[in-house]
């Protein structure tokens, strides 16, 4: 009698489903990789890498750009374990947009209608593109925000800074030649953004102007960066995080004009050399912590304003066993 054959078929060990949780994991051709597209973009854009650099360098009124590329990279280190674990799909799209983003660069270096700033945005483009093409959607839902957030960084033309400046800077000087009148003896009339102060019957020279550096553009556009950043990382509904960041604007426009105002009192009842230079640049930054007190109390507001349901309803549940 043949003896029997038992045949049994092995099977393979799966895979290690460990989920991913620090960057080291991605192995070294993963940063081989990402060395060699930094380098790509470098190559392509130094130019204007280099020019965005020098403004946050020189120009105090983008000085926060400095922090922006820290703050995108802290978001997608907040995202790295989704990162990490999710299955890279290229998506040719990404190709396609990336092409037109490096087009786009092009023709405005050549062109003579083309702009600086439309290049520096191609270069955000450019990266996200680079990442769905590469990763697909499933990794740019992940890292969008850091992507985009960069934007914040890129300065905007002198041109539009000014336009925007120049009703900013008058909302100030109405406002303070509002307060300034209430001062015993103290008449305040302004005249586009110069406001004529007569105190106790003596003009004073010269008016006081509502400089350009004074216009809260600064603090705009600082607190609007920092405002989305706080917005994503404090867990709340949709809804309030919407209403936290359209407050960014209206409480650093508050803010610049209590500046403007406390400026004007320095001005008038105090000495006119502490409402200029160190001093004046000293008060200009305790208005963003003002703006911090601010946005802090409407996110405690709305935090306490609305109770869970479900929180409640538990907790008014009365079990009885029979």
Known sequence: MADNVITTTTHSQPADQTPKQFWSQ????????ISIIAACFLFLFHNDIWDIVNRWLIDPSWSHGLLIPLFSLYFLHQAKQD???ATAKPNYIGLFLLIFAILFYIFNIVSPAGYAYFRQI???????????????WTILKFTWLPVTYLLFAIPLPERFYVSITI????????????????????EATNSGVIVE????????EPGLDVAEACSGM???????????????????????RLVLLASTIPIAILCNIIRVVITGFIYVLIDPRYAQGFYHDMLGMLMLPLAFGLYGALAWFMS????????TVASDVVVRRR
């Not at 900013?168 to 003896?185: C, D, E, G, H, Y």
């Not at 920092?226 to 867990?235: E, N």
């Not at 306490?304 to 929180?311: A, I």
């Open 197 to 204: 102060i007569i105190y106790k019957g003596q003009p004073l």
């Open 218 to 240: 600064r603090l705009l556009m600082a607190f609007l960066a920092l405002g989305v950043a706080m917005a994503y990382l404090h867990y709340r509904p949709i809804w309030q």
């Open 167 to 186: 009703p900013m800077r008058l909302w100030a000087a109405s406002a303070a030649t509002i307060m300034l009148n209430l001062v015993p003896k103290l």
């Open 83 to 85: 990162v990490l674990n």
């Open 26 to 33: 991605l192995g070294t051709h993963a940063y081989i990789r």
């Open 304 to 311: 306490n304003l609305f109770v869970d349901g479900s929180e």
């Open 122 to 136: 191609a270069i955000v483009a450019a990266l996200g593109s680079v990442v769905l093409f590469l990763g697909g």
